[in-house]
């Protein structure tokens, strides 16, 4: 079935930094949509970025995805990190039916 | 406001007892999903549903059950909780096109 990893359980950086988090994924559909979702403590998990378009870069609040179905890919990244971003980062994949989300990134800015 | 609102927020039970979560969305979505969270292995579906009557078996279904009574309500059921339930849970809907998905707050449940 379809399945998402994310390789970094945490991810410690000073602030400033460029950001990068991982994201690939399996499917045997190739109508692949893929989504960062952003879940801040005491919060609900929201939408960050969307993407089905290939090799195309989506942006949104500073950070930036594409998608890449020959690698099977879609990594977060972001050029400064600041403080705000500390957060949980889900990857997740939808074909047919419900997405699945990957293990998640914890990410944690430091000053 | 459109929006998916969960409860209890907070719910502690003894081992096989029997708990109900609640989840309604006032966003017309046709869709609607239970995860659980655990640390290390994120957000895990559990079932989910296209519209009301329907369900769907998610990827770790033992031990819930689930009903989709209206097109707004959701319950997961825990008939016989096992202290391996403690976890986040949260409810999300979608529409049919499955372009974003709005979570709900999360219902904390402990067994003890």
């Known amino acids: 079935g379809d399945s998402v990893t994310q390789k970094e359980g945490l991810v410690t950086l000073t602030e400033g930094l460029p950001v990068m988090l991982n994201c690939t994924y399996q499917?045997?559909?190739?109508?692949?949509?893929l989504f960062w979702y952003v879940h801040y403590l005491n919060e609900s998990p929201r939408l960050l970025l969307k993407?089905?378009?290939?090799?195309k870069r989506t942006e949104h609040q500073g950070f930036h995805a594409t998608l890449h179905k020959s690698s099977s890919s879609f990594h977060l990244q972001k050029s400064s990190a600041q403080l705000s971003d500390s957060a949980l980062y889900y990857c997740?994949?939808?074909?047919?039916?419900?997405?699945?989300f990957g293990a998640g990134t914890k990410l944690s800015v430091k000053p | 406001e459109a929006a998916v609102t969960q409860s209890p927020r907070n719910k502690v039970t003894v081992t096989g007892g029997n708990v109900t979560l609640s989840c309604r969305q006032t966003?017309?979505?046709?869709?609607m999903y239970w995860y659980r969270q655990d640390t290390g292995h994120g957000l895990r579906l559990i079932h989910y549903?296209?519209?009301?009557?329907?369900?769907q078996i998610g990827d770790v279904p033992d031990g819930y059950k689930a009903t989709r009574t209206t097109q707004e309500d959701f319950f997961l059921l825990l008939e016989l909780a096992s202290p391996s339930q403690t976890s986040l849970y949260f409810c999300?809907?979608?529409?049919?096109?499955?372009?974003?998905?709005?979570f709900g707050s999360g219902t904390r449940l402990l067994v003890i």
């Open positions: 999300a809907s979608s529409d049919v096109g499955c372009s974003d998905y709005t």
């Open positions: 499917t045997i559909y190739s109508n692949a949509f």
């Open positions: 993407s089905s378009t290939d090799n």
């Open positions: 997740a994949l939808r074909n047919n039916n419900a997405p699945r």
């Open positions: 966003n017309s979505h046709n869709y």
């Open positions: 549903s296209y519209g009301a009557g329907n369900l």
